[in-house]
Structure formats: structure tokens, C-alpha cells
């Protein structure tokens, strides 16, 4: 089983919990979010190259210029 079918597992289980167990739902959803989370990194690793100097004068991006093409998961 791959990294990313462990953690969706993982989640499904937390989110399994948080039914059965109403008292605690919103730790058992926070968990099942945080294995969703894992999921994702683990689906959409991806290598990033950059070329060197290209004679434009225009300067190389850096990673915290393309942060904002991760996906986050947000709580509803």
C-alpha cells in the first residue's frame, strides 16, 4: 500500500470515530484533516527545477514565490 492510500485509510477511520463517538467529533475530524493533509503531500509531490541565467535580466522564482500553488484543506 502507497503512502497516499495509508493516510486516506488513516483518515477514514478518524472520520468513522468522529460518528461513533459525538462527544469527541471535532478532535476525531481535526485528526481525519490532518491524514487528509498527508494524503495530499504525499499525492502531489512534485519536483521543481529552475533554470540558471537565461540572459533576459529577469530574475529566477524563488519557492516562496510559488506557495501559493499548494492546495490547502479548509475546515467548513
Known amino acids: 500500500m502507497d503512502r497516499r492510500t495509508a493516510c ?5 477511520a478518524f472520520r468513522e470515530k468522529a460518528l461513533a463517538d459525538p462527544e469527541h467529533h471535532d478532535q476525531w475530524i481535526d485528526e481525519a484533516i490532518k491524514w487528509l493533509e498527508r494524503a495530499m503531500e504525499a499525492s502531489c509531490r512534485a519536483a521543481v527545477t529552475m533554470e540558471g541565467d537565461d540572459g533576459s535580466g529577469a530574475p529566477a522564482p524563488t519557492i516562496e514565490a510559488m506557495v501559493h500553488l499548494r492546495r490547502a484543506i479548509v475546515r467548513q
Do not use: V
Open 8 to 12: 486516506l485509510h488513516q483518515a477514514n
